[in-house]
């Protein structure tokens, strides 16, 4: 019989809790490390749909990225996933920064994925190291192609399989590329200092289009969805390859925002 204590080393063993940042709030945030968890169920995010998924197939445990409990919380409505996940008895691992750092995480996942089809040299080097050890944020790597900011949001959207991409307007040729899944435009000075081309990442504020005009910087928006949708999947292969008898189920889910395009919504 597996525990949730067990699905927690195993994690911890890849992507280190005592990793996360100081802002951050990885670990078990509902149920208790006892409690059986044979039955396992990987997400992005603990939504409406995931809690329904989980008790459909009859899951003990589900192991996301993004927190669920993120802020302090001074109620408990029957609404809040957090309440539902407790009325059902389901236990709740969240890891998020140490996912995100680990060299077997979501980025170091994005840059075997984008390695062929974006040409890329493979010797890649860590944005923003945040340990002694040169675990970090991000990514940087030179692609043996020179790209149009265009041509390499086309190919972004093949690639991470997004429905859209933003991007600059600019027409400098891109070489060097900065990558960091979420949402990660503060760090547009810091790949501008190391002499990228490119910063690719989500959720880009409005003000930081105008700061990459002024760096000279191509930056490009595929969204925190797109950018962290192999989540799940990451999560699940390293559990199910440690635990081979155990049931693990996946769900990376769907992008909450819908995008009208010309006429048509995608």
């Known amino acids: 019989m597996l525990t949730v204590k067990q699905i927690y080393k195993t994690i911890d063993a890849f992507a280190p809790f ?4 100081s802002w951050d709030n990885s670990g078990l ?5 006892s409690q059986r968890a044979d039955r396992i169920l990987t997400a992005l995010d603990i939504s409406a749909p995931v809690i329904r998924e989980a008790e459909n197939c009859q899951v003990q445990l589900i192991v996301a990225h993004h927190p669920v409990i993120f802020s302090p919380i001074k109620c408990l409505p029957a609404t809040s ?3 539902q996940l407790a009325a059902r008895g389901i236990a709740a691992i969240c890891v998020h920064t140490p996912l995100d750092i680990a060299p077997e995480g979501l980025n170091g996942f994005a840059h075997t994925l984008c390695k062929e089809p974006l040409a890329l040299e493979d010797h890649p080097v860590v944005l923003e190291p945040t340990w002694q050890d040169g675990r970090g944020f991000g990514w940087i790597d030179t692609s043996r192609y020179v790209w149009t900011p265009q041509a390499l949001a086309i190919q972004l959207r093949q690639t991470l ?5 933003r991007y600059t307007k600019s027409q400098k040729q891109i070489r060097k590329i ?13 790949a501008a200092e190391q002499g990228c081309n490119a ?7 409005h003000d930081r289009w ?7 910087i191509s930056l490009f928006d595929c969204g925190h969805f797109g950018t962290e949708r192999f989540a799940a999947q990451i999560l699940r292969d390293h559990m199910q390859a440690v635990h081979p008898n155990a049931a693990v189920f996946c769900m990376p889910g769907e992008d909450p925002v819908t995008i009208t395009v010309g006429d048509g919504v995608s």
Do not use: R
């Open 81 to 83: 996933p957090v309440y």
């Open 18 to 21: 005592a990793s996360q940042e």
């Open 29 to 33: 945030l509902v149920g208790d490390l």
């Open 178 to 190: 900065a990558y960091c899944s979420g949402s990660a435009a503060s760090m547009l000075e810091l």
């Open 210 to 216: 105008y700061a990459a005009e002024f760096l000279g």
């Open 161 to 165: 399989g997004v429905s859209h991409v």
């Open 199 to 205: 910063l690719i990442t989500g959720d880009i504020k």
